[in-house]
């Protein structure tokens, strides 16, 4: 089998980040086990094609035909003060219910079959760091089609008779797209508003959101309110992270609120966001004052972008005009 490799530094850049995602299961036995932080992870390697994507900067996330090869290093970190065996392994992960999942242990899935590390374990003194290799190699008859896993950093604290021993990992998601051509789109819609009071009186805003394109979605952004009860204005209010749908999935992405948020009614304007593609959009709407949902409302897309963008193009029309007909009074008053 013949494999085109993707490996070659001028293609890469190196990142510094906060470790992607951790596990830790908890312990009977606490004395001299590392803590639940002391080891980290993080991403070295990014195509520069993709490094102004915030997510190729924290995961793998790629598009490669069948027969190909990429190579990416990633770096392990011990911050405690002992010296510790980490096991470094790739396992399966899905999508399920909105949120990108793991599996337990060292459970594989297709994606997770085709990828390795070198080397699988790490022997690190206390402060220190080394790297690995991660090399993903589809095979030539793979299907087209986005596929997910997780490559794990990992601990195990052996504990003594009787107790419980524990395991500490931190990881590094994998998202690859598999096909011939180039990376399928990226693309979705924000369709409705939703909110809700819960049972202890805060308010939030849930966002219907449906994956229109061909790769996995991580949501963030925010949410303003204007036009609110005396002119009043609130927010930007955060997303709440951890909303990731698959391709032709619909979840919600939520915005919690301040508590001093009056009911309404409100102007929402809600802007989301998953790698480099940015949607916006906006509906009226009112809080329950008591707990519950209220209706979903249909969303309208922000037209502000499209205003400013035909503004720009009659302003740019109307010079090119003037520009004319300048030159043309020039040219009559020549020789």
Avoid: C
């Amino acid at each position: 089998m013949v494999f085109r490799h993707l490996t070659s530094l001028a293609l890469l850049v190196a990142v510094a980040l906060a470790p992607a995602i951790s596990t830790s299961q908890a312990s009977a036995q606490a004395a001299g086990r590392p803590s639940p932080d002391g080891i980290g992870i993080r991403l070295v390697d990014v195509p520069i094609v993709t490094r102004a994507d915030p997510r190729a900067r924290r995961y793998i996330v790629d598009h490669l035909k069948p027969g190909m090869v990429i190579d990416r290093r990633i770096e392990v970190s011990n911050t405690t003060d002992d010296r510790l065996r980490v096991a470094v392994y790739p396992a399966a992960a899905s999508i399920s219910n909105g949120k990108f999942t793991f599996a337990d242990g060292h459970i594989s899935n297709e994606l997770s079959t085709w990828t390795s590390v070198a080397p699988r374990e790490l022997t690190l003194a206390p402060h220190s760091s080394s790297m690995a290799t991660v090399a993903v190699t589809v095979p030539d008859k793979a299907s087209a089609g986005e596929r997910y896993a997780v490559v794990w950093a990992e601990v195990t604290t052996i504990a003594p008779p009787g107790g419980v021993n524990e395991v500490n990992r931190v990881g590094v998601r994998i998202y690859l797209s598999v096909g011939p051509g180039g990376a399928p789109p990226t693309d979705f819609t924000i369709d409705t508003l939703t909110t809700q009071r819960t049972a202890d009186g805060k308010p939030m805003v849930l966002a219907q959101v449906h994956n229109t394109g061909g790769r996995a979605l991580d949501l963030t952004g925010d949410l303003r309110l204007s036009e609110g009860p005396g002119g009043m204005s609130a927010g930007p209010f955060d997303v709440q992270l951890g909303t990731t749908l698959p391709p032709g999935g619909i979840g919600t992405a939520t915005v919690p609120l301040s508590d001093q948020v009056p009911d309404g009614p409100w102007k929402a304007r809600i802007r989301l966001q998953s790698g480099l593609v940015k949607r916006v959009a906006q509906a009226t709407i009112r809080f329950p004052s008591s707990a519950g949902l209220a209706a979903a409302v249909p969303t309208e897309a922000d037209l502000l972008p499209v205003a400013i963008t035909a503004g720009l193009v009659l302003t740019a029309t109307g010079l090119t005009v003037a520009l004319l007909r300048r030159g043309r009074r020039v040219a009559q008053a020549g020789p």
